[in-house]
């Protein structure tokens, strides 16, 4: 199923947070999300994919969205964020561990290998995470 936009993205996230999705299957959209972005070939297209997504109703999710936008945004060599990206409400008031409980024995090791966007948005995920196989 073709993703679309960030917020096609948010919006399964949502769905997903209802429904009761562990961490693991809503990380796949993040994925899925990648790939769309990935396979735009005019920059004007994926501007338009980037736009600001909506909010999921989770500030770690919410912050994952932006972390991800801007990944995408510097790996595609643009020269500046969207603005949504530095709103206060797109970071995580307190580290959100993705797929992990905060005291998980685990969290030093994922620390380590947190994208850099991801953690200066309090988004704690493991970069092997957002890679498909």
Same mark, same amino acid.
């Given at each position: 199923?073709?993703?679309?936009?960030? $917020?096609?993205?948010?919006?399964?996230?949502?769905?997903?947070?209802?429904?009761?999705?562990? *961490?693991? *299957? +809503?990380?796949?959209?993040?994925? !899925?999300?990648?790939?769309?972005? !990935?396979?735009? =070939?005019?920059?004007?297209?994926?501007?338009?994919?980037?736009?600001?997504?909506?909010?999921?109703? =989770? /500030?770690?999710?919410?912050?994952? @969205?932006?972390?991800?936008?801007?990944?995408?945004?510097?790996?595609?060599?643009? !020269? #500046?964020?969207? &603005?949504?990206? @530095?709103?206060?409400?797109?970071?995580?008031?307190?580290?959100?561990?993705?797929? +992990?409980? %905060? $005291? &998980? !024995? +685990?969290?030093?090791?994922?620390?380590? #290998? /947190? %994208?850099?966007?991801?953690?200066? #948005?309090?988004?704690?995920?493991?970069?092997?995470?957002?890679?498909?196989?």
């Amino acid at each position: 199923m073709s993703v679309g936009s960030l $917020d096609s993205t948010a919006a399964r996230i949502v769905r997903g947070i209802e429904a009761g999705w562990p *961490d693991s *299957d +809503l990380v796949r959209l993040l994925v !899925e999300a990648i790939h769309e972005f !990935e396979h735009r =070939d005019d920059p004007l297209q994926q501007r338009d994919f980037l736009n600001e997504p909506r909010h999921t109703g =989770d /500030t770690g999710w919410d912050a994952a @969205l932006a972390a991800l936008a801007v990944h995408l945004v510097r790996a595609a060599g643009f !020269e #500046r964020v969207p &603005s949504w990206t @530095l709103g206060a409400d797109r970071y995580s008031p307190t580290f959100r561990w993705i797929g +992990l409980a %905060p $005291d &998980s !024995e +685990l969290n030093a090791f994922v620390f380590q #290998r /947190t %994208p850099v966007y991801f953690k200066a #948005r309090g988004v704690m995920i493991d970069e092997a995470n957002l890679v498909s196989v």
